[in-house]
C-alpha cells in the first residue's frame, strides 16, 4: 500500500483541529499552527518571504504516516518556506518533519532539517535534525526550539528541509511532509464551544495512561509491598488524586475491554462471535470522536498490536500510533512508545489535548532493558532456568516448573520488574507536563486487564474471571478538582470512563452509554458508586460471565456448552479450565480477596442478588430463543418438548448442569431440566419458523397451558406461535425462587438482542493468531 492510499483510508476532515481556536488564525494573534493555517489558505505563496505564512509553491494537506505514526502534514517540495509574525512571551517552536515513502528511498534515505530566525539583518540557526545514516529507518524528525529570547518581536522563521543527493524525478519524488509546527507561548490557547456542550471555562486537558496487563494488587497504591513496582504512579498521582479500591474491567483481555472502555458500552453487545471481527464498529463514536468533537486536539499512541487502525481504534485521533499486527512487536517497550508520545506531547500541551498513551509493558513475555544479565532486578540471584520469554510455553503446557515454589517467586518478580519499568517511563512522560499545564489536565491511569500467576492454576490472561484478571487499578488526578490522597470504595466499571471524562470536558451525556459518570463522586458532591460490575470471557470457548456488587462476586462458567477445540493449545487450556473452573463460583470478597473459598449454596440471597445481572446482560448479546423454567423447586423435573415449524439450525445450553438432558432431533427439542437455585435453560439458533407443538410437565404431571408464558410475559393459548408473538423488549425471567407457588415455562426471543456484526478484518484476525487467542480455524 502507497502512502497516498494509507491517507486515504483516514478522513482528512475529522483529524484537523478546528480551525476557529488555533493560534494564528486570526489577525493580531502571535504565533501560529501550520496546519489549520493552510487548510483556512491563511497562506501567501511568493518567492520571497512575506508576513505570515509563506510558501514557494502552493502546498497541500495530507496524512502522512511514517514509523507507523500518521499524522496530518503540509506537503511540499523539499527546500525553505517561512512566518514571520511577532514571537509570543515564553514561544517555544515544535516542528515535526519527514519525506514521503517515495523521496526517502530515492534520497538515500538521507533527510537535513533546519529551522533558522531572522530578525532585521541578524540570521541565526536555531536547530538541525538529520537522518543519521543510511541504514536508519524512516522516523519523525521533531525539533523543539525556545524563542523566549525573542518574545514581542518581529521575526522571520524558516523552515527548511533538504534531500541531499536527490536525482531530478517528478513531482512527488521530493516531498516533504511539516507537521505538526505549532508556535504557541505560556499562555495555553483557548478552546471554542464543541459541537456538544458547553464550555465552562474550567475543562482540563485530558491525559489517558493505559498500562496493558497491569493488576492492582501488584502496584503500590493498592498496598503491594512485595517489590516497589510503582514509585511513580503513587507519588505522581496516587499522592495527589484519588484511588478508585474496587474498579473493574468488562472482559480478561485487551481488545474487547478497550473496545467496551473507548464506547461506554458493554463488550458482549458491540462485537460479533467471530473474533476475527473485533474492533470498534462503524457507527458506535468511540471517546476520541466525542473528544475531538469537543474542540480537543487527539492523540493516541497504543502499544499493543491487536489495536490497529483497521480494526477502528484510529477514529477521532488527529495523530495516531500503532505497530503492525505483528507479534514481535509485542516485544516492544514503554521508551519505544514514548519515543512517539513525547513529541507529540511537548508540541500539544498548551492548547486544549486529550492524549491517550497505551503501554504495552508488563505484557509477556516479561522482559525490559532493566533486567540485569538477563534476570529479573528485583531477584538477580535466581539460579534457575525460567526467563521471562518461557511464560507463553507455561502457560500452553510446554514448558514445566522445576521448582514450583522458587520458580513462581522469580516469576512474580520479572512480572514486577515489567511493571516498574512501564511506571518509570510514566514517570518520563509526566515529566513533560509543564507544572501550569499540569494544574488544568485531568489524569487518569487504569489497565485493561490483569495478569493469572498462578493464583487459580492459570497463566497469562484471557481464561479466567478473577480478580487478578478483573480487578484493575483506576487513579484520578485533577488538581483542585479531585481531592488528593483519597480512597474512593464502591464498584466503578471501566465503561464508566467515557462518560466520566466527557462530563469533565463539558459534554453531554449520551442516553446509548452503559456506563456512568463517577465524576460528582470524584469531586465530592454525591456519595460513592454503588454501581454493578459485569464481565465475560469473550475468547475461545464456552461461555464464561462474571457479576460484582457490594463486594460479592458471582462467576458462571457453561460447561456443558459442547466445544471442539480449533488446536493444540485451545485443547490444552479447555481441559485445565474444565479442572479448575466451577459451574457456579460465589465469593465474599471483603473476607476472601484471593476467592479461595466458594460459597456457592451457603448464601442463596446472594446469588439470587447476583446472578439477574448476569442473565440480562447476556440476553442483550445473545441471539435465539430462550427456553427457561422458571420457579421450578429444587431437586424437581420439569420435561417436555417443543415442536418447531422448521429444523432450528442447532441448540445451546445456557449454564445447564450434568443432570440436566436436552435433544434436537430435527424440528422436535426433547428436554428434562433438574430444579436448583441457578438460572439455566436452552437457546435455540437459526430459523426455526413458527413454534408449534409444547408440551411440559413437572415431576410427571403436566403443566397447563397457562404455565407456559410466550415473549413479554404472555399466557399460551395452546395456538401455534409466530415469531413476532415470541419477542419481549426486556427479559421477562423474574427469576422466581426455586419452589415458588407457579412453576412456568418461559419461551422468548429478545428484541435487540445479539452483538452487531462487522466484516472480519485480516490484520485483526492475524494478530489474534499470532497472540494466541484463536487458534488455526475459526469456531
Known amino acids: 500500500m502507497t502512502w497516498s492510499e494509507r491517507a486515504r483510508r483516514v478522513s482528512i476532515a475529522a483529524l484537523l483541529v478546528p480551525a476557529a481556536w488555533c493560534a494564528g488564525c486570526r489577525r493580531g494573534v502571535e504565533g501560529f499552527d501550520l496546519v489549520p493555517l493552510v487548510q483556512a489558505k491563511a497562506y501567501t505563496v511568493a518567492p520571497r518571504a512575506a508576513d505570515g505564512l509563506c510558501f514557494p509553491r502552493a502546498p497541500e494537506i495530507r496524512v502522512l504516516e511514517v514509523d507507523n505514526e500518521r499524522r496530518p502534514v503540509v506537503l511540499t517540495p523539499a527546500g525553505t518556506w517561512s512566518w514571520r509574525g511577532r514571537v509570543p512571551a515564553g514561544g517555544v517552536l515544535h516542528a515535526g518533519v519527514q519525506t514521503v515513502p517515495a523521496a526517502w528511498q530515492t534520497s538515500a534515505r538521507r533527510l537535513e532539517a533546519a529551522i533558522t530566525a531572522r530578525d532585521g539583518r541578524t540570521r541565526e540557526i536555531l536547530d538541525v535534525a538529520h537522518t543519521a545514516n543510511r541504514r536508519q529507518p524512516q522516523r519523525w524528525l521533531d525539533m523543539d526550539v525556545d ?72 502496584t503500590t497504591p493498592y498496598g503491594y509491598t512485595v517489590h516497589d513496582t510503582t514509585p511513580e504512579i503513587q507519588r505522581r498521582l496516587a499522592d495527589h488524586g484519588t484511588v478508585v479500591e474496587n474498579a473493574y474491567s468488562q472482559a480478561p483481555w485487551t481488545l474487547p475491554s478497550v473496545v467496551s472502555f473507548m464506547t461506554g458500552r458493554y463488550p458482549g453487545e458491540l462485537l460479533g462471535e467471530d473474533l476475527a471481527a473485533y474492533g470498534i464498529p462503524d457507527g458506535v463514536t468511540s471517546l476520541a470522536e466525542r473528544m475531538a468533537a469537543l474542540g480537543y486536539d487527539t492523540g493516541g499512541f497504543f502499544a499493543n498490536p491487536t489495536l490497529h487502525a483497521g480494526a477502528g481504534f484510529e477514529r477521532g485521533f488527529r495523530t495516531f500510533y500503532a505497530p503492525p499486527a505483528d507479534v514481535e512487536w509485542i516485544r516492544k517497550h514503554a521508551d519505544e512508545l514514548n519515543r512517539h508520545a513525547v513529541p507529540w506531547l511537548r508540541a500539544h500541551q ?80 509526566l515529566d513533560e507536563l509543564d507544572p501550569a499545564v499540569l494544574r488544568d489536565t485531568l489524569i487518569v491511569l487504569t489497565a485493561d486487564h490483569g495478569e493469572e500467576l498462578h493464583d487459580h492454576g492459570g497463566w497469562k490472561h484471557g481464561q479466567s474471571l478473577y480478580d487478578e484478571q478483573i480487578h484493575v487499578p483506576l487513579v484520578f488526578r485533577w488538581d483542585g478538582r479531585i481531592a488528593a490522597d483519597k480512597r474512593l470504595g464502591g464498584t466503578v466499571r471501566l465503561l464508566d470512563l467515557v462518560p466520566t471524562l466527557v462530563a469533565a470536558a463539558g459534554g453531554k451525556a449520551d442516553p446509548g452509554w452503559e456506563g456512568a459518570s463517577i465524576l460528582p463522586a470524584l469531586t465530592g458532591k454525591q456519595p460513592e458508586p454503588r454501581l454493578p460490575a459485569f464481565a465475560e470471557g469473550m475468547s475461545g470457548g464456552p461461555l464464561r460471565a462474571a457479576a460484582v456488587l457490594d463486594r460479592r462476586k458471582l462467576m458462571l462458567f457453561n460447561r456443558e456448552e459442547p466445544f471442539r477445540p480449533a488446536d493444540e493449545l485451545q485443547d490444552y487450556l479447555w481441559r485445565k479450565d ?178 452487531k456484526r462487522t466484516a472480519p478484518n485480516p490484520e485483526t484476525e492475524q494478530g489474534l493468531r499470532n497472540l494466541g487467542y484463536i487458534g488455526n480455524h475459526k469456531k
Open 578 to 755: 474444565l479442572a479448575r473452573f466451577q459451574r457456579s463460583e460465589l465469593y465474599d470478597l471483603a473476607q476472601d480477596p484471593g476467592e479461595h473459598r466458594n460459597l456457592t449454596g451457603e448464601h442463596p440471597e446472594w446469588t439470587g442478588q447476583l446472578q439477574p445481572l448476569i442473565h440480562r446482560q447476556l440476553g442483550a448479546e445473545l441471539e435465539g430463543l430462550w427456553v427457561l423454567p422458571d420457579g421450578l423447586p429444587v431437586g424437581s423435573r420439569l420435561s417436555g418438548s417443543i415442536t418447531f415449524e422448521r429444523p432450528p439450525e442447532r441448540w445451546a445450553p445456557y449454564f445447564l448442569g450434568p443432570a440436566d438432558r436436552a435433544e434436537l432431533r430435527g424440528n422436535r427439542l426433547q428436554f428434562d431440566l433438574v430444579g436448583e437455585r441457578l438460572t439455566k435453560g436452552i437457546r435455540i439458533k437459526g430459523d426455526f419458523g413458527r413454534v408449534g407443538a409444547i408440551a411440559a410437565s413437572r415431576d410427571g404431571r403436566p403443566l397447563p397451558a397457562a404455565a407456559v408464558r410466550i415473549g413479554a410475559d404472555a399466557a399460551w393459548n395452546g395456538a401455534p406461535v409466530a415469531p413476532a408473538a415470541l419477542r419481549s423488549p426486556r427479559w421477562p425471567f423474574n427469576g422466581s425462587p426455586a419452589g415458588a407457588a407457579e412453576t412456568l415455562l418461559r419461551l422468548w426471543t429478545f428484541d435487540g438482542g445479539g452483538a
Open 350 to 429: 498548551r492548547r486544549p489535548f486529550f492524549l491517550y498513551v497505551h503501554y504495552v509493558d508488563p505484557h509477556d513475555p516479561y522482559e525490559n532493558p532493566d533486567m540485569i544479565g538477563n534476570r529479573a532486578q528485583f531477584m538477580p540471584e535466581y539460579k534457575g532456568a525460567i526467563a521471562g520469554d518461557w511464560i507463553h510455553g507455561i502457560y500452553s503446557g510446554k514448558l514445566q516448573l522445576a521448582d514450583p515454589v522458587l520458580d513462581l517467586a522469580y516469576i512474580n518478580a520479572l512480572y514486577d520488574g515489567e511493571v516498574h519499568y512501564a511506571d518509570r517511563h510514566i514517570g518520563a512522560l
Open 147 to 218: 524563542l523566549s529570547r525573542w518574545a514581542g518581536r518581529e521575526v522571520t522563521l524558516e523552515l527548511t528541509a533538504l534531500l541531499p543527493g536527490l536525482p531530478p524525478r517528478d513531482r512527488d519524488a521530493n516531498l516533504v511532509g511539516w507537521g505538526p509546527v505549532i508556535l504557541e507561548g505560556q499562555e495555553r490557547t483557548t478552546r471554542t464551544t464543541g459541537t456538544t456542550g458547553t464550555d465552562t471555562g474550567e475543562r482540563p486537558n485530558v491525559l489517558f495512561i493505559l498500562v496493558d496487563t497491569l493488576r492492582a494488587d501488584h
